[in-house]
């Protein structure tokens, strides 16, 4: 009897960072990332990732929302009535994505106009309900809201990537830096890079950077 | 009993109440903020036709410094007791042209307050998604435009959205809206990439977004002939002074 109780304390007092949950961190930013593995929330990684500041921006507010719903959701999640978990989710999302666009345009008030509209779509962004659905549905507060963090670091990760590349091709700049002006040199940008196509073209040449470092292989 | 329906009705009650409490209480608590940061774009917005705005430019300094603020009607006399922050330029809109309120920013001299050098005149009306809106600046002929700037609120980024880019208002700078004493307008063309450098009347289109641009056309045609009395009043008080 008395073992049983100290090994359900001993469950419970599970560290936050044992090696299992790390990995809730780590794996989203590399084999198993939300963008170019699991290939959700590509429509705004395409359209933030003109510039580098919008898309932190964005990857902070991503990062936000997922954590914090994950982690209500989690809390809430032996109480939740499985016929409107769905849209209890979609409550609970909607409200951190009206909070983060409400504080955004009190604060950082240039930024906002430029994403508010992408902000208000995170509500339908799938990496949002997904983590929802398979994660914090079923497990505890503590590590959902690391799974959160991981999943919209690692959206964050990608979106930075591309940014970068793209700011610096399309406008030869960094964070609005001219790097090519500083380094003396004549840089025209490439337009391509600014328009959308040129995020698919980089895309997938992360996706299939990772996947040669990986050893990715399709199966059949 | 979780699965009863009284359960998941107060459930979603429930819930409700308590999201709505909170993004009320959100509001509220950011508005003072977020209200002063519009109206810092307002002014912004105001001011960067006429002038370049570089870093670390006190907003507010300059904009009670340089600009007066009046209200006036079809006629293009002011109309007293009323400030441009009354006037909702959506709701004057729905009004026929000649009943419209108009808000002016007239532009004083950076050495005599007194003198007015030129005004920079807000316009309103419909790209192709929803309402856009402007301000036009113009030079002390009142016929040449200083400088114009756009908002909309729902144009397709890439495409009508550029209207608020530097770059195609740029394009406006040095048109006119006059020929002799007959008001044109300036119009945006459609297709890209052509030199309208030697045509007044004329300014290079947006590939993509003629949609929008006529919207824009609309928009102007239609606020100068509003504003046609007060400019031309100014035009001929400010062609003696320079005489």
């Not at chain 1, 951190?96 to 930024?111: E, F, G, N, P």
């Not at chain 2, 709701?91 to 808000?103: C, S």
């Not at chain 2, 005149?121 to 998604?129: E, H, K, N, R």
């Amino acid at each position: 009897m008395s073992t049983e109780v100290a090994e359900v304390v001993e469950k419970k007092s599970e560290p936050l960072f044992s090696k299992k949950n790390r990995k809730l961190i780590t794996n989203p930013l590399d084999i198993d990332n939300p963008v170019t593995v699991q290939v959700l929330g590509i429509c705004s990684a395409l359209a933030v990732t003109t510039q580098m500041k919008p898309a932190m921006v964005m990857a902070i507010a991503l990062t936000v929302v997922t954590a914090s719903s994950n982690f209500i959701i989690s809390i809430m999640r032996n109480s939740i009535p499985s016929r409107i978990r769905i849209i209890v989710q979609l409550a609970v999302v909607s409200l951190w994505v009206i909070m983060v666009d409400q504080v955004l345009k009190a604060y950082v008030y240039d930024i906002w106009k430029q994403l508010s509209v992408f902000i208000g779509l995170i509500i339908t962004n799938c990496i949002v309900m997904g983590r929802l659905e398979a994660y914090a549905m079923g497990n505890k507060p503590g590590p959902s809201f690391l799974d959160g963090i991981g999943n919209g670091l690692g959206y964050g990760l990608i979106l930075m990537i591309v940014a970068f590349f793209r700011e610096l091709l399309g406008g030869g700049s960094i964070f609005g830096f001219k790097v090519f002006e500083a380094m003396g040199l004549d840089y025209k940008g490439n337009g391509l890079m600014l328009l959308p196509a040129g995020a698919c073209v980089i895309v997938g040449v992360v996706i299939w950077v990772q996947r040669s470092i990986n050893g990715y292989r399709e199966t059949h | 009993m979780r699965q009863s329906n009284l359960y998941i009705i107060l459930y979603a009650m429930g819930l409700t109440v308590v999201c709505a409490g909170l993004l009320a209480f959100a509001s509220q608590a950011l508005k003072p903020r977020q209200d002063a940061n519009v109206e810092l774009e307002r002014k912004t917005n105001v001011l960067s036709t006429v002038m370049t705005l570089g870093e670390g430019v006190d907003i507010e300094k300059t904009y009670s410094e340089r600009i007066r603020e009046i209200v006036i009607d079809a006629e293009g006399n002011v109309v007293e007791g009323k400030k441009p922050t009354d006037i909702n330029l959506g709701v004057e809109y729905k009004k026929t042209p000649k009943d419209r309120l108009l808000p002016v920013f007239e532009v004083r001299s950076a050495t005599d307050p007194n003198k007015i050098e030129n005004a920079v005149l807000p316009v309103f009306g419909f790209g192709l998604w929803n309402t856009i809106a402007g301000n036009v600046a113009l030079e002390s002929d009142f016929n040449t435009i200083k400088g114009v700037n756009y908002s909309h609120v729902g144009e397709t980024p890439g495409l009508g959205a550029r209207i608020a880019s530097a770059d195609i208002q740029d394009r406006y700078k040095g048109k006119q809206i006059f020929e002799g004493d007959n008001l044109v307008s300036v119009d945006m063309q459609k297709g890209e990439g052509m030199d309208y450098a030697s045509d007044v009347h004329k300014v290079d289109g947006m590939s993509g977004a003629t949609l929008t641009a006529k919207g824009v056309n609309n928009m102007l045609r239609e606020y100068f002939q509003c504003y046609e009395k007060y400019i031309k009043k100014n035009r001929t008080s400010n062609q003696q002074a320079n005489l």
